[in-house]
């Protein structure tokens, strides 16, 4: 008693060790004395009695295998139309631009051309032909040319001499087409001519016939006025003189152009060309 009296006021946790002494010291003072301490064996095991049953746990029901879901009858599927999609429609390529075979030679482009030979009132008459030659090239659209080299031709459309003097000259000339390359292609225009010579139509026999006529008349003239020979002769020298004068005064004239004459040709209107390689004569 001592001892649970001890423990029990005990209460500082420093004097554990001495309470462990204490302890045994007292369980030596609590046993009565000369008391045997009789070893009990230990005593079997308790054996199951055939009549006690071990109440085991209830063993769980199985589950019921889950019913197989009803089979569905197969629906059939009914093909839908599909809308039907036009094929984009072929783009076609975009046209390639043909190449240009012509070209253009604008209006109011000026040609120099060389007379190919001589013309004169009294060698042509109106519609007549004749030529020249392109002294330089011309330019056109798309790289068309009309080389220089190329022939002109032109018409006679005036030709007149001029009678007893020069006023009555008349000669003129009008471009119609213009060759090159093997072909030929008309033109209108205008031609202004240079160079122009003037020559007496008449020879010396017919001028001596205009002065010997003049002193005729004048002859004939003196004696009708004076009525005497004197007066007759001095009449025929003075009307030698006129009609000399009215000889020289009233020749006729011819114009003309020499070989390599100068034309300056002026276009009326546009000319298309071929293109031609190279300068294409």
Known sequence: ML??????GALSPLAIVAVVGVLAACGKKDQPPESRQVEL????????????????????APKPAPKPAPTKKPVAVVP?????????AAVAPAPVPAKATTGIV???????????????????KVGDRVTATLGTALQG????TIPAGATVTLRVSESQRGENGKEGIRLGFEPVAVTFGGNTYAISGTAVM????????QSTGD?????????????IAGQIIGKRAKTAAI????????????????????????????????LASPVTVKLVAGSGL
């Open 194 to 201: 240079t160079q122009m010579e003037t020559v007496r139509a």
């Open 207 to 219: 001028q001596a016939k205009k002065v010997a006529g003049g002193a005729i008349l004048g002859a």
């Open 41 to 60: 064996a230990p005593a079997p095991a308790a054996q199951p009695q055939l009549g006690d049953t071990a109440t085991a746990a209830p063993t769980p």
């Open 235 to 266: 009449g025929a020298v003075v009307g030698a003189g006129a009609g000399a004068a009215v000889a020289s005064g009233s020749a006729d004239w011819n114009a003309c152009l020499g070989e390599g004459a100068t034309l300056t040709i002026t």
């Open 106 to 124: 604008a209006g109011g482009t000026t040609m120099t051309t060389g007379l190919g030979t001589r013309v004169c009132t009294n060698t042509h």
């Open 3 to 8: 001892c649970k009296k001890f423990i029990r």
């Open 80 to 88: 839908q139309p599909q809308p039907v999609v036009p094929a984009p």
């Open 141 to 144: 659209t798309n790289g068309a």
